[in-house]
DNA sequence: TGTTAGGTTGCGTGC
DNA sequence: GGCACGCAACCTAAC
């Protein structure tokens, strides 16, 4: 029977916000006889790509408070979070619904690609009208690249110019004040299909005493849609303080903004990489990478707080150390990622990364692409690696950012800096790639465009190469904590010694070490 | 085709 | 404590 009102699929990815949202809006000006939010639990996320705990929990976090958003503009309304890969799942839908449009908003990494041509396929020959708007970034990647002379932007200052060309980033759009109801929800007639859980890169977090059971029903234990627990996943752990969903997000940006000399007078050179509790940075990141806090409305927002004080004489940071700056440091990086592809993220078929013979390679597939394990070439390389990753290599601001990083998911970007720096170029000539995994599995606010380029520009194979300039493990974090709180809280074996030797505590004489309670070298060593 | 200046965020020294 | 300077295996846009 044909229907004169869109029927609407509106697929919720890394957009898990009302605000802002201009592929949101676009489905609702459809003016949807029904109108499905879904989220589908891919598997590609689930077992081969590297999540931890944290951003399991974030993830859910931004799920659950959009869903209640829903509900609350809408009482029928949820989002109906599907336990199946979207390849699969989708096809059934649109039959099943009889849908005529499906909207979603575009998503620039390379799986995210490669499933969305096959989505758009599938909805074609299903004569599903498919609608993909740009809503991630202040510019549309391809548009920054285009103005770029085509090529990767690889300086701020290209980046600048070519942001220039294009104007002013889009200004926010409201969300939306009503939604139509979804038809028809029951999916008990449908053919479930369960994914295989082998390969499982995330089996190291998964809690083996708890069977997961998150692909055990379509629609949940409950058959209500619900946002899988991590007990469902089989998942245990979550240990960071930092929250998601668009609440928080949005609450989080006002009293930023409320701060007028913070937001105005920002420089990330200047901000504390050891500051904790709270953070020197606005740690909004989590927030953009989810979608769940639009950047252009942090950038208009910031740009009123500018304005403002220019009209009151007051001085203003700029870019690239102002928040604006922050902003446009991630569109390069989405640009450059843009004109490369899928080889941004590893060195080879990377045509901006330089090569440099680093120890602990990848190993390749077929295709070239990472294949998710590496060679180990060296022994002591393996032991300098594992011993970063876990925090243990003696050196106590590389060990307590490396354990912030694992117990919070968060660490500043100076940090990032020095322990980036300390396992590839300035100190074990481990392939930057290894460092890039870690960071990928352990932060919230994980970003492929961002995580590749800064692990690029740190190792010296793009955008940077200065390589002479090298972070000191003692004398940069001494600048902004020469008392080394930041090592105490994290490293608490070593709370009791003294200042003179926190950051290189190898240096205590041994009595001094006993008293301390932390015998850092033994005797004979 | 050559030269020059500049690049978000270094360190150690000396004043 | 703050600033200037040398270091010196870079890269590349702009002229």
Redesign the pocket.
Known sequence: MPHSKPRVIYWFRTDLRLHDSPALQAALDLDPEVFYPIWTWDPHYVYRARVGANRWQFLTDCQRDLSSSLTKLNPKQKLHLIREAPQTVLPKLFKLWSITHLVFEKDTDAYARDRDRGVMKLAEDAGVEVIVKMGRTLYDPNELVKHNGG?PT?????TQ?AAAALGDPAKPIPPPTSLPDPGDTDLSSIDHQRPDPTPDLNAAHRDLSHKESQYTSIMGPNKDFSIPTLEEMGISGATTPHRGGETIALRTLDTIISNSDYTGLF?????APTAFSPQSTTLLSPHHHFGSLSIRLFYWRVQEIYQKRKQAQKPNSSI??SLH??LL?RDMYFGAQAAVGAPFAQEVGNP?C?FVDWHLRSKLNEHNLLAGDYIVDNEKAESYFRRWKFGVTGFPWIDALMRQLRLEGWIH??GR?AVACFLTRGGCYVHWERGAEVFEEWLIDHEVACNSG?WM?LS?TA??????????P???PK?SD?AGEFVRHFVPELKNFDKKYIYEPWKAPIVDQRKWGCLVKGRGV
């Open positions: 090529r690889m300086s701020m200052a290209q110019k420089e990330k050179p200047k901000t690239p150390e700056g922050q440091f901006i330089k970007h100076l800096h800064n520009w010296c955008f940077f190469s200065q390589f002479f300039r090298v972070y000191s003692v004398a940069f600048k020469p």
